[in-house]
């Protein structure tokens, strides 16, 4: 069994080599290029897993092209399809994207509003296709949105 009030070890960033403060169970979050430690990305380094928002080795080439590891909306909706709940900001505006029991994908406003209707997908592909926000295709959006993760309770 593992003692999790264990000192933290410190090893070397799996993406950027810079050192990282990790807990006992591998995991830490590098100051440096911002990737998480953490196995399960190691071990299936072509997908998206939490608590990553792009795979292994996207990072790792946007790393060396000197480029933010930030994910395309294919990595958003991969992370989506994995955790089931997604949030992203727009112009300061937090954004959801759920996708519920009866596989729907909603899309709407963290905090609901009147001036944002809640929108309802039955595909994935359908939600990149047709997903918009204030009449913009968040696909041809995409690049101006920022913090796209796992949704976190707030």
Not at 75 to 87: H, K, R, S, V
């Amino acid at each position: 069994m593992s003692d999790y009030k264990a000192k933290f070890t410190v090893i070397p960033c799996a993406v950027c080599g810079q050192l990282v403060d990790v807990d006992n169970f591998g995991q830490g979050k590098c100051r440096h290029c911002g990737w998480h430690q953490d196995e399960m990305s190691l071990e299936y380094p072509d997908q998206v897993e939490y608590p990553n928002m792009v795979s292994f080795n996207k990072a790792k080439t946007l790393y060396k092209q000197g480029l933010p590891i930030k994910p395309s909306l294919d990595d958003f909706i991969e992370g989506l399809d994995f955790y089931q709940e997604m949030e992203f900001e727009y112009k300061g505006i937090l954004f959801a994207v759920c996708n519920h029991s009866d596989d729907t994908i909603c899309f709407s406003k963290y905090f609901p509003s009147d001036s944002f209707e809640a929108q309802v997908y039955y595909t994935y592909e359908e939600f990149a296709e047709k997903a918009h926000i204030g009449g913009k295709l968040l696909k041809d959006i995409w690049d101006d949105v920022t913090n796209a993760d796992y949704m976190i309770c707030r």
